[in-house]
């Protein structure tokens, strides 16, 4: 499969890994969108939010199990934004279930 951050998952296109295990992998945006702006994926391959399920949504779970670990690490201990965007009119660009951790500063409140 064709899928950029699979290549990224199993090391064939490098990434600038900030955690890192057995299930899931973060890494710096390359485009970042804010002063701290990460990347959190599973390592198996979902295309989207909209693609979850009660068989492979345990991950997510995990996921947010992590980014207290994940934030810390950052140095983001005044907050930070966790965005994900959904198929075509949520903004998806990269069709791997992805959340995005933005902070290094106060964040606009504008969602849409
Ligand atoms: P989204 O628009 O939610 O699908 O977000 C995709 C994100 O992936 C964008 O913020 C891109 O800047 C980022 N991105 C794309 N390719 C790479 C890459 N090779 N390494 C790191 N970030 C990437
Ligand atoms: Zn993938």
Do not use: W
């Not at 970042?32 to 599973?42: G, K, S, T, Y």
């Not at 295309?47 to 950052?74: Q, W």
């Not at 075509?88 to 995005?100: P, Y």
């Amino acid at each position: 499969m064709d899928c950029i951050f699979c290549k990224i998952a199993n090391g064939e296109i490098p990434s600038n890994k900030v955690y890192e295990d057995d299930k899931i992998l973060a890494f710096y945006d390359l485009e970042p969108q804010a002063p701290v702006h990460v990347l959190v994926i599973p390592k198996e391959h979902i295309c989207c939010a909209d693609a979850l399920n009660s068989e492979n949504s345990a991950v997510v779970g995990y996921i947010f199990s992590k980014i207290p670990e994940i934030t810390a690490k950052l140095g983001l201990t005044n907050g930070y934004r966790i965005v994900n965007n959904c198929k075509e009119d949520g903004g998806q660009t990269v069709f791997h279930l992805h959340f995005h951790i933005l902070g290094g500063k106060k964040l606009n409140v504008n969602m849409a």
